[in-house]
C-alpha cells in the first residue's frame, strides 16, 4: 500500500508535468487523486472469486424446493452481477426498468445517487421468471414482494443470501456470506481484471473513488507486486 500510495502521487506529478507543457486536458489532473486514501485499521472485507459467485448461482438455480424460490433466485441475480445494495432492491419498482434500452436505473436510498445497471439477460429473464409466474398478483409498484403481498425488507435478502450460501458447496471459511459480501466481490473481482476505480466507483454508485481504494487490500497478487 505504501508503494501504491508513492505511485498515485508521482503519476500526479507526472500529469502536472504534461500539462504545463500542453499535452493534456486539466480536467483529467481534477479527477485524479493527490494521495492515496488512508485505509490503516479498515477492515478487509470478504470476496468471492469470480467462479465462486458463478458456482453460487449456478447452483442456486436448482434450489427449487424453497418457498418463493423465483423471487429469491431472482433478487440473488440482481446483487452478485451489479452490486446494487439490499436497500435499494426492495425499493426496486417496475418504473426503474426500461425494458426498451434495457437499463435498470435507481436513485439510491444511501446517497439520493442515481446510478444506471445494464439489464443483461441474466438479471432481466429471472425477473421475468417471477413476475410471470410467483409474484402475488396486486397493483403494488414495488417488484420485489413478501408472502402478504408487501414491500420485502432487506433483513429478509440477507437472510436469503446466507441461506443460499450456506446450501452452496462453496468453503465460506471465516467469510462473511451476506448480500454485502456479493457487492464486495464484485468490486473486487472488476480490480482484480484491472477495471479503473472511476468506473467501479461508477458501477457501484459510490460518489468519489476514495470508498473503492479499500478493496485493493484483497487484491493480494498485485499487493504482492508491490
Not at 502521487?9 to 479527477?31: A, P, V
Not at 435478502?157 to 462453496?170: G, K, L, N, P
Request: glycine share 4%.
Amino acid at each position: 500500500l505504501i508503494s501504491y500510495s508513492i505511485e498515485v502521487r508521482l503519476i500526479y506529478r507526472f500529469l502536472l508535468y504534461c500539462y504545463d507543457i500542453g499535452e493534456i486536458d486539466k480536467q483529467i489532473i481534477s479527477i485524479w487523486p493527490k494521495k492515496f486514501p488512508n485505509t490503516r485499521g479498515k477492515t478487509i472485507p470478504s470476496a468471492y472469486s469470480v467462479q465462486e459467485v458463478r458456482t453460487l448461482l449456478e447452483e442456486s438455480k436448482n434450489f427449487t424446493k424453497e418457498n418463493n424460490h423465483l423471487r429469491n433466485y431472482a433478487i440473488l441475480c440482481l446483487i452478485a452481477y451489479t452490486g446494487i445494495r439490499s436497500s435499494d432492491v426492495c425499493n426496486l419498482t417496475f418504473s426503474n426498468i426500461d425494458w426498451i434500452n434495457n437499463q435498470i436505473i435507481i436513485i439510491q436510498q444511501k446517497n439520493s445517487k442515481q446510478v444506471v445497471f445494464p439489464l443483461i439477460p441474466e438479471i432481466g429473464n429471472p425477473i421475468v421468471e417471477y413476475v410471470l409466474h410467483e409474484r402475488p398478483d396486486t397493483g403494488e409498484k414495488y417488484i420485489f414482494l413478501s408472502e402478504k403481498g408487501k414491500k420485502f425488507c432487506k433483513d429478509s435478502i440477507t437472510v436469503i443470501i446466507e441461506r443460499y450460501f450456506s446450501a452452496s458447496s462453496i468453503d465460506i471459511g471465516n467469510r462473511h456470506y451476506g448480500p454485502h459480501a456479493l457487492r464486495h466481490s464484485l468490486a473486487t473481482n472488476l480490480i482484480n481484471h484491472s477495471v479503473p476505480v472511476f468506473t467501479i466507483a461508477n458501477t457501484l454508485g459510490h460518489s468519489n473513488t476514495n470508498s473503492v481504494h479499500i478493496y485493493a487490500k484483497v487484491n493480494l497478487d498485485d499487493l504482492k507486486k508491490c
